[in-house]
């Protein structure tokens, strides 16, 4: 038998690229590959890309500089790229970049087999079709992956057309996978020691499948994983405020396996900018919105992206961003500096100058590491529960989650990756939290 053949995989960008990723490394691996963590070593390289910011997409190209190098004093080296940039820019892709041997786009991963067969014949490949075959019925059944904590992607793509994003165009319309092979899904990671599930979608709470002919919400699809044995937490990501229906806000106060832990991106605090995003929601409804999941579950913590530099915005529109940020108070927040995406509406318009969006971005990143701090410094004091995952870099030490999806350090000898312990939180440090086990 010849040696396995080596696949080094980059991931940019989003979680729903992380899972990508692995799916793709299963299907490889159906085809002799194993997975090497240094490009170096490489018989394949597969770049999983992003395209939602322009600095994003300039990675890829000064990626593929690099590994022309490596091409060129290892001929048989084989390059992919996969994702969204592969998706948006696949011919240019080609066109710019001859060392690259594979483009594939975000739905058509499932056929990379057959694209492996072309390039090992010495042709090129190229695939970013919007196929019509579900691609997660063509992958391997069966999850190689087994940790604690895993995503899985029930829905993708976006129907929302906010006017600054390229994701409706790179990923495609809005599709929801069967409720019976999610859950067969799960369960399948379940078996093999996974208790924590992240559910993924572009627009993750517009999930909408069917079961026995009735049609499922998110909430409905949270409450029937949370009966699946094994799994102890829920999460879900990313949501779309107008997506928030009753049943998905009442299964946060009534689903213990639910984490209290929600990002629910609103972009901006003006109403101005948000209906010129074609946000379709105003700053109070967002906030009327929150009031509600703060009465289902109470300790949630809950965080967002945020845009600044909006083409428009104006000071007044950017401190009504401020004052919603103050009005929330959250755990966590991204924020980015507007950037011009070729093919969206927004991309039209004229541009904030550089420097006064650079400087409201820094001003908001102050304001959000400020209530980021005290939401990490209210947490001192407190018991959680933490799902360990890895040993921490101390010895004896082990690295979690808690329920608020805070990294925690515990000095636990005993404890191993797959425990879910409870922990009084000591000391809030820059980016984790310490603490001690709780032995009952
Ligand atoms: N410019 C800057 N940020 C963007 N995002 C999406 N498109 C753009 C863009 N053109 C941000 C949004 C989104 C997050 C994933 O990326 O805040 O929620
Ligand atoms: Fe992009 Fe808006 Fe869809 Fe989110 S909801 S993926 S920001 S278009």
Same mark, same amino acid.
């Given at each position: 038998?010849?040696?396995?053949?080596?696949?080094?995989?980059?991931?940019?960008?989003?979680?729903?690229?992380?899972?990508?990723?692995?799916?793709?490394?299963?299907?490889?691996?159906?085809?002799?590959?194993?997975?090497?963590?240094?490009?170096?070593?490489?018989?394949?390289?597969?770049?999983?890309?992003?395209?939602?910011?322009?600095?994003?997409?300039?990675?890829?190209?000064?990626?593929?500089?690099?590994?022309?190098?490596?091409?060129?004093?290892?001929?048989?080296?084989?390059?992919?790229?996969?994702?969204?940039?592969?998706?948006?820019?696949?011919?240019?892709?080609?066109?710019?970049?001859?060392?690259?041997?594979?483009?594939?786009?975000?739905?058509?991963?499932?056929?990379?087999?057959?694209?492996?067969?072309?390039?090992?014949?010495?042709?090129?490949?190229?695939?970013?079709?919007?196929?019509?075959?579900?691609?997660?019925?063509?992958?391997?059944?069966?999850?190689?992956?087994?940790? +604690?904590?895993?995503? $899985?992607? *029930? #829905?993708? @793509?976006? &129907?929302?057309?906010?006017?600054?994003?390229?994701?409706?165009? %790179?990923?495609?319309?809005?599709?929801?996978?069967?409720?019976?092979?999610?859950?067969?899904?799960?369960?399948?990671?379940?078996?093999?020691?996974?208790?924590?599930?992240?559910?993924?979608?572009?627009?993750?709470?517009?999930?909408?499948?069917?079961?026995?002919?009735?049609?499922?919400?998110?909430?409905?699809?949270?409450?029937?994983?949370?009966?699946?044995?094994?799994?102890?937490?829920?999460?879900?990501?990313?949501?779309?405020?107008?997506?928030?229906?009753?049943?998905?806000?009442?299964?946060?106060?009534?689903?213990?396996?639910?984490? +209290?832990?929600?990002? $629910?991106? *609103? #972009?901006? @605090?003006? &109403?101005?900018?948000?209906?010129?995003?074609?946000?379709?929601? %105003?700053?109070?409804?967002?906030?009327?919105?929150?009031?509600?999941?703060?009465?289902?579950?109470?300790?949630?913590?809950?965080?967002?992206?945020?845009?600044?530099?909006?083409?428009?915005?104006?000071?007044?529109?950017?401190?009504?961003?401020?004052?919603?940020?103050?009005?929330?108070?959250?755990?966590?927040?991204?924020?980015?500096?507007?950037?011009?995406?070729?093919?969206?509406?927004?991309?039209?318009?004229?541009?904030?100058?550089?420097?006064?969006?650079?400087?409201?971005?820094?001003?908001?990143?102050?304001?959000?590491?400020?209530?980021?701090?005290?939401?990490?410094?209210?947490?001192? @004091?407190?018991?959680?529960?933490?799902?360990?995952?890895?040993?921490?870099?101390?010895?004896?030490?082990?690295?979690?989650?808690?329920?608020?999806?805070?990294?925690?350090?515990?000095?636990?000898?005993?404890?191993?990756?797959?425990?879910?312990?409870?922990?009084?939180?000591?000391?809030?440090?820059?980016?984790?939290?310490?603490?001690?086990?709780?032995?009952?």
């Amino acid at each position: 038998m010849s040696a396995p053949k080596r696949l080094f995989i980059k991931t940019y960008g989003c979680q729903m690229n992380v899972y990508d990723s692995e799916r793709m490394a299963e299907t490889m691996g159906a085809q002799g590959y194993v997975l090497t963590d240094k490009a170096d070593d490489a018989d394949m390289v597969l770049l999983n890309t992003c395209h939602i910011r322009e600095k994003a997409s300039e990675k890829v190209y000064s990626d593929i500089g690099r590994l022309t190098k490596l091409k060129n004093a290892k001929p048989d080296l084989k390059i992919g790229v996969a994702g969204c940039v592969a998706q948006a820019e696949g011919a240019e892709i080609q066109r710019r970049a001859p060392v690259v041997d594979l483009v594939v786009g975000p739905q058509a991963y499932h056929r990379l087999p057959e694209m492996m067969k072309q390039v090992d014949a010495g042709h090129r490949a190229l695939d970013t079709d919007f196929p019509t075959e579900d691609k997660f019925e063509h992958l391997p059944k069966i999850r190689t992956r087994s940790a +604690p904590a895993a995503f $899985l992607t *029930v #829905q993708e @793509g976006c &129907d929302k057309f906010c006017a600054f994003c390229v994701v409706p165009y %790179t990923r495609g319309a809005e599709v929801s996978r069967p409720v019976e092979r999610l859950l067969r899904e799960a369960r399948d990671l379940a078996a093999r020691g996974v208790r924590e599930l992240t559910l993924l979608g572009q627009n993750v709470n517009a999930y909408h499948g069917t079961f026995d002919g009735e049609s499922w919400g998110l909430g409905r699809l949270l409450r029937e994983m949370a009966q699946i044995e094994g799994i102890e937490r829920l999460r879900y990501t990313t949501s779309h405020p107008n997506d928030m229906d009753d049943d998905l806000i009442a299964a946060h106060g009534d689903c213990a396996k639910l984490m +209290p832990y929600l990002h $629910l991106p *609103v #972009q901006s @605090g003006s &109403d101005r900018i948000l209906k010129a995003m074609n946000r379709k929601h %105003t700053a109070e409804q967002y906030l009327r919105l929150i009031e509600r999941i703060r009465a289902a579950r109470p300790d949630m913590v809950l965080t967002s992206d945020f845009i600044v530099g909006f083409p428009g915005e104006t000071d007044e529109d950017f401190e009504a961003t401020m004052d919603l940020v103050r009005a929330v108070g959250y755990g966590m927040a991204y924020s980015f500096k507007y950037s011009a995406r070729p093919g969206t509406p927004a991309a039209e318009k004229a541009p904030v100058p550089a420097e006064v969006a650079d400087e409201r971005l820094q001003r908001l990143q102050a304001l959000l590491t400020v209530q980021q701090r005290a939401v990490q410094q209210s947490m001192v @004091g407190r018991e959680v529960t933490v799902l360990y995952e890895k040993p921490g870099r101390l010895e004896g030490q082990m690295a979690g989650k808690s329920d608020y999806l805070h990294a925690v350090h515990v000095h636990d000898p005993e404890g191993k990756a797959g425990d879910l312990v409870r922990v009084r939180i000591t000391e809030a440090l820059q980016n984790s939290l310490t603490g001690e086990r709780i032995v009952s």
